[in-house]
């Protein structure tokens, strides 16, 4: 006979010690953070006694606003960032205006995996490969009408930062999609949109006044931390931006590893300054909100209708699949450099193929992916049983969704802030505890990152798993913890695997926090791959670029096969999984 049920609050309270996760994982997230904007903001001020600065001065700031380059490299952090941020928004929300209810979006959706997968080094080698004057596009148009000379011109690394602008917005178009086709079904509006059309109202202006206002709320922190990454990105601002002057991010990097260490009291009032421009600049935003919310209530009061807007329909679609194309004709181009042998301009593909370059760099390649895939795993299985631990005890004790209000913003918040403002600080706290340059210190740097990335893959699957199943099971007379093994993580394996493949892929990528903990001691494929870019080789750089798309691939590769083998035989589970 069934043990009788016991009342549901009583058991869900039961937390055991899973009840200190959450504090826990919440320490984790804001304890390295501010302490790391305190270490940084001491020297920004003059004060490190590591380095001679025993008071307060303000000799940081009139040395760095004595900088000759300093107004250029601010205003290609603003410009770069506000325009690629802008862009990315745009093209995504005229998308789901126009195509909100096509093919075209569960197409493109195809797309996002892959894309998302391939961290930001590599593709800002493929753009490069692709629009340079020399690369594919040009050997492809331009030389069968120009002939065998490449144009003169100044694509890549481009003094207004163009290029680099494009970089950033083939790779945050596919995240915002990401983020807006989730929003669109948590959020019931398609009945509404369609009401709106049968009072006159066209297809994308029923969207705009209808959808898009409910939507943009769960839009709203994942564009900020596009905003926040775009201003101050390193790894494609070195590959893509000028270098005379640099964008703020590079320029302080390269003054915190200047020989020089008196530079670092000038880099860490940069980083301060870098921090404030991102924070002015998401007020602006704010504020752009409000003004953009009164004149479409304007609008809308005035009763204005609109007809299809097949021109913007159009636009929209072709702008899309011309993000999407060139992303993969860029990772593509990259591919072909990887194994290409002689390959002269204008000829449109290599005369022959070679290995050489895998070859002769294989070992050292090798001792790398082992290094990154290493510290990959071990960040994203950490995230993982945060992550899990996290929600099993939200789940016990019925608490809010905490992917909304309050809860999310401290989830984004390592998210929010630019990495070069708080690395810097950690990396004097490891240095102080003798833990710098250290493979455990890179895996604990990256773990900032890739929890909050981990969670959020990760906590719609978990809360939306039906309730009824714990129920039945507590009514069987099974514990909690019998549950939680026996019953949730063989349903949800398959959203497990994948975010920890999304965890795998953000730590691949990180440069800056591998740069920082590492202290040059620890090198992944991404640093290397970022250091050979001031390098002339394409086939190596193609090589790295080619393993970094490489290793994601293969973790989410296996977030497919594993749930399809482990449930080759029940075909119920294979459904949910």
Not at 370 to 380: F, R, S
Not at 441 to 466: E, I, M, N, T
């Amino acid at each position: 006979m069934a043990a009788p049920l016991r009342p549901l609050t009583a058991v869900q309270r039961r937390g055991g010690l899973l009840r200190f996760v959450p504090p826990f994982t919440l320490a984790l997230f804001l304890g390295p953070l501010f302490a790391g904007l305190l270490w940084t903001l001491g020297p920004a001020f003059g004060y490190l006694p590591a380095l001679g600065g025993e008071r307060l001065s303000l000799a940081p700031w009139q040395a760095l606003f004595a900088y000759p380059g300093l107004g250029n490299a601010v205003g290609l952090s603003l410009g770069t960032g506000l325009t690629a941020t802008l862009l990315s928004v745009a093209i995504v929300t005229a998308l789901f205006a126009h195509w909100h209810d096509s093919r075209l979006i569960a197409r493109l959706r195809r797309l996002i995996a892959p894309l998302l997968s391939v961290p930001h080094a590599a593709l800002a080698f493929g753009l490069a490969f692709l629009i340079a004057p020399s690369g594919w596009l040009f050997r492809l148009f331009w030389a069968p009408l120009a002939g065998p000379v490449p144009p003169d011109l100044t694509i890549v690394q481009d003094p207004l930062g163009l290029a680099l602008i494009g970089g950033l917005v083939l790779k945050e178009v596919p995240f915002l999609f990401l983020i807006m086709l989730a929003a669109s079904g948590q959020t019931a509006t398609a009945g509404q949109v369609a009401q709106a059309r049968g009072f006159g109202y066209g297809k994308a202006r029923a969207w705009c006044a209808v959808a898009f206002p409910q939507l943009y709320p769960q839009l709203r922190l994942p564009v900020f931390a596009v905003l926040t990454y775009a201003m101050s990105t390193v790894d494609m601002a070195i590959i893509l931006g000028p270098a005379t002057p640099p964008p703020l991010a590079v320029l302080l990097v390269r003054w915190f590893n200047d020989p020089d260490l008196a530079f670092r009291f000038q880099a860490s009032a940069g980083a301060i300054l870098q921090l404030l421009l991102v924070a002015g600049t998401v007020l602006l935003w704010l504020g752009a909100e409000r003004v953009i919310v009164r004149a479409a209530r304007r609008r809308l009061m005035a009763g204005r209708r609109g007809g299809t807007g097949r021109f913007g329909a159009m636009l929209s679609a072709g702008t899309a699949i011309t993000v999407f194309g060139t992303a993969t004709a860029g990772l593509a181009t990259m591919a072909l450099w990887a194994g290409a042998g002689r390959w002269r301009y204008p000829d449109p593909l290599p005369s022959d193929w070679s290995l050489d370059a895998a070859v002769r760099h294989g070992p050292a390649l090798g001792g790398h992916v082992a290094t990154t895939a290493g510290i990959a795993i071990a960040a994203a299985g950490a995230a993982l049983v945060l992550a899990l631990a996290s929600l099993e005890a939200g789940q016990r004790r019925t608490t809010a969704n905490a992917n909304g209000g309050r809860g999310l913003v401290l989830l984004y918040l390592p998210l929010l802030v630019p990495q070069v403002a708080f690395l810097f600080g950690i990396q004097i706290l490891l240095v102080q505890a003798g833990a710098d340059g250290t493979w455990p210190a890179v895996a604990w740097s990256h773990l900032l990152f890739v929890l909050p990335y981990v969670f959020l893959a990760l906590g719609g699957a978990y809360r939306d798993l039906d309730p009824r199943y714990f129920r039945t099971g507590l009514a069987l007379g099974r514990s909690p913890a019998a549950l939680f093994w026996r019953l949730r993580l063989p349903l949800l394996l398959r959203p497990i695997l994948v975010a920890g493949a999304i965890g795998i892929a953000v730590s691949v990528g990180e440069y800056l926090p591998t740069l920082f903990a590492g202290a040059g001691r620890v090198t992944t494929v991404t640093t290397e791959a970022v250091g050979l870019a001031a390098g002339g080789d394409r086939r190596l750089i193609g090589l790295y670029a080619v393993v970094q798309m490489i290793l994601p691939g293969l973790a989410f590769l296996a977030a497919l096969i594993i749930p399809a083998w482990c449930f080759r035989r029940r075909r119920g589970m294979r459904t949910a999984a």
